[in-house]
């Protein structure tokens, strides 16, 4: 096996399916949307912007 190969198989291990990560991410934006709310209706701040990393 080359290393390529090999790295294809640990790919393919450690890949999440398309469903667990539209599920990520749509808890992450609900995660986002509930402190946007936060501070705008209790907080009166001014929303804080999110950034992403990579």
């Known amino acids: 096996m080359t290393l ?3 790295f294809i ?5 450690i890949k999440i ?3 667990k ?3 990520i991410l749509r808890s992450r934006d609900a995660v986002r949307d509930k402190i ?3 501070f ?3 907080l009166h701040e ?3 912007k ?3 990393q990579g």
Do not use: G, V
């Open 21 to 23: 990560r539209d599920s």
């Open 17 to 19: 399916s398309q469903n």
């Open 4 to 6: 390529h190969e090999a």
């Open 9 to 13: 198989k640990f790919d393919d291990t």
């Open 46 to 48: 001014n929303q804080p």
């Open 36 to 38: 946007r709310t936060y």
């Open 40 to 42: 705008k209706d209790e």
């Open 50 to 52: 999110f950034m992403r």
